[in-house]
């Protein structure tokens, strides 16, 4: 008898036949015995839709910000995961097995204040663990908790994976199964590069790489939580059929297990690309080279919860003066313009300029460390294709590179192929 966590997308809950399915998947672990917590997302495009009428609502009057209440968003984007936990109880009970729906005050799922972007800090596990022992199946809404000021508050999104590692860390889960519409994590997003290879393992930290870059199968901050509690967590597909040989193995699903660095007998230099989309570069030029001017420029941008990723900084054309580029989501832009705006005269720049739409791909890889030459090889293969480079960063196991949107694509496949990725 083992302990499973299983987490079910917006895909594989999109309509009631979907659920169904989820359901067999769920009556075959608990068939074997084990002890069965669910975590479901909303029904996919239902998260988007709620957003879009926040968005829509009129603004306060004699106001133009582009704010909403914060509680009240999450009031309504919530409610698409209370939808589908209801389904789902409904369903196993309907195969005879005893399940019950929880929403995340009800358990709780302690976070903090930060609504829309909450943190879970605790979540009580007693009353789940005691009710999986007389073989109740937990369905619990993801993507939700309840703030210290006693209001629903959501993880950010994608954050129903984040839910389903917290609460298999809470119930000392021996595994947390994410279940999803392709059939683990892969050297690159498939629907981009249809000769990515599936990963059988992943190191946490390149995991930990490949989300925060922008592979959205998993929320960044699920595989922190997973590393820290030493979750064993698995990417699998939902789509399989539940009865399928080897489904219910309970050491090696099928999938891709995300563990520590030594588990994995073979690594690779590089592990995988990712992209991000909608990345935006903003200029300042002829700013006076001081010390002090860096924090001018960042303390204010980092006060309107402005990310600011890479920072590049060279000699203005006349030699005298320095000019400073960054990026930021291109969502952020004009936030951030006026935030510059405003601090100029504490700044001292001269222009401001910028500009949206480009993307960030970036090559993932352990192997790094121990390896030269591995962004030179990045640069050759780009420069081949006549992509330009507008700026790089990197890390001890990572190089990002910022391009122009419409080369997205053939930036992703051609540093695929260039790391051999595409070769098994
Ligand atoms: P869910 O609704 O189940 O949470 P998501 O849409 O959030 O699913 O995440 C799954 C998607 O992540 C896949 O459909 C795939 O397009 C995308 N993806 C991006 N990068 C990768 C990758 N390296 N491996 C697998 N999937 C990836
Ligand atoms: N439904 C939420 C979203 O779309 C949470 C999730 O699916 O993980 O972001
Ligand atoms: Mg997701």
Redesign the pocket.
Known sequence: MARIVMK?????VADLDRIHNVARHVKREVDAGHEVAVVV?AM?GKTNELVGWVQNMPKVAGSNAPFYDAREYDAIVASGEQVTSGLLAIALQSMGINARSWQGWQIPIRTDNAHGAARILDIEGAEIIRRMGEGQVAVVAGFQGLGPDNRLATLGR?G??TSAVAIAAAVKADRCD?????D????????IEPK?RRLKKIAFEEMLE?ASL?????QVRSVELAMVHKVRTF?RSSFEDPDAPGMGDLLNPPGTLICDEEEIVEQEVVT?I?YAKDEAQISLRRLSDRPGVSAAIFGPLAEAHINVDMIVQNISEDGSKTDMTFTVPSGDVDKALRVLGDNKDKIGYDVIQSEAGLVKVSVIGIGMRSHAGVAASAFRALADKGINIKAITTSEIKISILIDGPYAELAVRTLHSAYGLDKS
């Open positions: 079910f997308g917006g895909t594989s997302s996919s994608g129903s994976d994410i279940y999803t519409d392709v683990g994590v892969y050297t690159t997003d498939p629907r990515a490949m922008g592979a959205k199968v998993l990417v995988g990712a």
